[in-house]
């Protein structure tokens, strides 16, 4: 059985925690930060944990990296 690929996408964009959760960026800042409040941007600094759901997607996409 030949190895599966990992998603280039996914390897850039997504890192593991120590107990197998997904860690990601939020989402909504790369560009147009002028009209957002300054709350929304606050709110979005640093990572958050994906949920349950999405998180079986990702796991997917990079099968060797848990």
């Known amino acids: 059985m030949p190895k599966m690929k ?7 964009r ?5 107990n197998g959760h997904v860690k990601v960026g939020h989402a909504g800042k790369r560009h147009g ?10 709110n979005t600094a ?3 944990v994906l949920c349950d759901s999405d998180e079986k997607i990702v796991k997917k996409y990079m099968p060797y990296n848990r």
């Open 14 to 18: 997504f890192k593991f925690t120590a």
């Open 6 to 12: 990992t998603k280039s996408a996914a390897k850039k």
């Open 46 to 48: 640093g990572t958050m």
């Open 33 to 42: 930060m002028i009209k957002r409040t300054t709350k929304f941007i606050r």
